[in-house]
């Protein structure tokens, strides 16, 4: 089994930069992808990022210009830096880690993000 810890959210100005980071512990699985998502009150979940071990990456269109995703396989964590945060970036952000085998995902409790002036 693996556990998943996200850190670094928090309240920031619009303009503002953060950047989270998850922490994978325990028996982790042969990872297909690890990644960020997020949910805003009364919203769906919605990617943010993913990459992979071989750091190929995919970004939700909220993301793109402005997140980059980033991973050190050595310590088996991975990073969202966020810049030009603005109030709909404001969401629980919640690490994800999809694994080849069954079961084939593993999620952080979340981190909470609040972007206002």
């Known amino acids: 089994q693996v556990q998943l810890v996200e850190s670094g959210g928090g309240l920031v100005q619009p303009g503002g930069s953060l950047r989270l980071s998850c922490a994978a512990s325990g028996s982790i699985c042969s990872i297909r992808a690890t990644g960020w998502y997020r949910q805003a009150p009364g919203k769906e979940r919605e990617l943010v990022a993913t990459?992979?071990?071989?750091?190929?990456?995919n970004y939700g269109d909220a993301a793109k210009g402005r997140f980059t995703i980033s991973r050190d396989n050595a310590k088996n964590t991975w990073y969202l830096q966020m810049s030009s945060l603005e109030p709909p970036d404001t969401a629980v952000y919640y690490c994800?880690?999809?694994?080849?085998?069954?079961?084939?995902?593993?999620w952080g409790p979340g981190t909470q993000v609040t972007v206002s002036s």
């Open positions: 990459i992979t071990p071989s750091d190929r990456t």
């Open positions: 994800n880690m999809d694994c080849w085998l069954s079961p084939s995902e593993y």
